[in-house]
């Protein structure tokens, strides 16, 4: 069967299984397809599997000079899923604080994660530490007990703007196609939280 409108012919889809033999058209199996005029002056697909096709369909074809076209049957490739920008965000920071001499800009981009990712309520914050007269912010991921302990950085003295396109910049890398992944901060964690 096929449908036509004022501008348009359109094929059917693939049949599931073959015209001649009804085999069941499998995925990888190639195939072969043509549309025949039918006796009210419409057109049917048919689609053959291979053997039916060297077998029948190739002489059914032929006689009735309609082109044929081959194809395989898609293997379905099932899509990846989309990767949450909370978890691409936590492995940004694994990495980030397994280096072992963090730069400042470094401690920055992983000190606004981990900010982020407690305002997502994916890390917590369990403690505060001063060290060398520096304080650090020991953050928790719940679900695996990994810590992270980051310089605090006063984020009101930091361009946001930069460092979240850096993280951004960062993160397509790792996946092109990425949407989205801009981390964003709300208003009131802009700031450095007091003890
Ligand atoms: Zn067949």
């Known amino acids: 069967m096929s449908a036509k409108t004022a501008f348009q012919y359109l094929v ?72 949450d920008r909370v978890e691409r965000a936590l492995e940004l920071l694994k990495e980030y604080t397994s280096i072992e001499e963090m730069d400042e800009e470094t401690a920055t981009l992983a000190f606004f994660i981990a900010v982020f990712l407690a305002h997502r309520r994916r890390l917590s914050l369990r403690k505060e530490i001063t060290k060398n007269q520096t304080l650090f912010s020991v953050y928790e991921n719940p679900q695996t007990e990994d810590t992270f302990v980051l310089k605090q950085v006063d984020l009101s003295k930091v361009d946001l703007e930069s460092v979240q396109v850096k993280i951004a910049a960062k993160m397509r890398d790792e996946e092109s196609d990425a949407k989205d992944s801009v981390p964003e901060l709300p208003k009131s964690d802009r700031r450095n939280e007091q003890i």
């Open 12 to 83: 059917p889809r693939r049949s599931m299984e073959c015209c001649h033999g009804q085999e069941t058209f499998e995925p990888g199996m190639r195939y072969y397809s043509t549309v025949v005029p039918d006796e009210e002056n419409d057109y049917r697909r048919l689609d053959y599997c291979e053997a039916c096709w060297q077998a029948h369909g190739q002489e059914a074809c032929h006689d009735s000079s309609q082109g044929f076209w081959v194809n395989k049957v898609p293997i379905k490739i099932e899509p990846k899923p989309p990767i």
